[in-house]
């Protein structure tokens, strides 16, 4: 068992920045690329940015130059740090990862619970 426990998200402010953290826990060997993801109600959840186990960062157009993320590999920690949040920002932001739970097996794809972030004024 896998799990991700996100944290961070919120209301804020248009403009207004925020933090979103993503820990994993359990029994794996290691964790390869770790994403964020974002869904509004019933639509398709969207990629946000990743970053893999090398450091190699990818970000989606609507949040480059404003979202920035980051890991702690001893920590097994994903951050998403938000800056000049704006309303089409609102979402359900979910953590995803890519998990090799053991050393001579293939990785497998865990989802956090995802947080709540809304910006309005």
């Known amino acids: 068992q896998v799990q991700l426990v996100e944290s961070g998200g919120g209301l804020v402010q248009p403009g207004g920045s925020l933090r979103l953290s993503c820990v994993a826990s359990?029994?794996?060997?290691?964790?390869?690329?770790m994403a964020w993801y974002r869904q509004v109600s019933d639509n398709t959840r969207e990629a946000v940015a990743s970053?893999?186990?090398?450091?190699?960062?990818h970000y989606e157009d609507p949040v480059k130059g404003r979202f920035t993320i980051s890991r702690d590999n001893a920590k097994n920690t994903v951050y998403l740090q938000m800056n000049s949040l704006q309303p089409e920002d609102t979402a359900v932001y979910y953590c995803?990862?890519?998990?090799?739970?053991?050393?001579?097996?293939?990785?497998?794809?865990?989802w956090g619970q995802g947080t709540q972030v809304t910006i309005s004024a």
């Open positions: 970053i893999g186990s090398d450091g190699n960062i």
């Open positions: 995803y990862a890519h998990v090799r739970v053991a050393k001579y097996t293939g990785d497998r794809a865990y």
């Open positions: 359990g029994s794996f060997f290691s964790i390869d690329v």
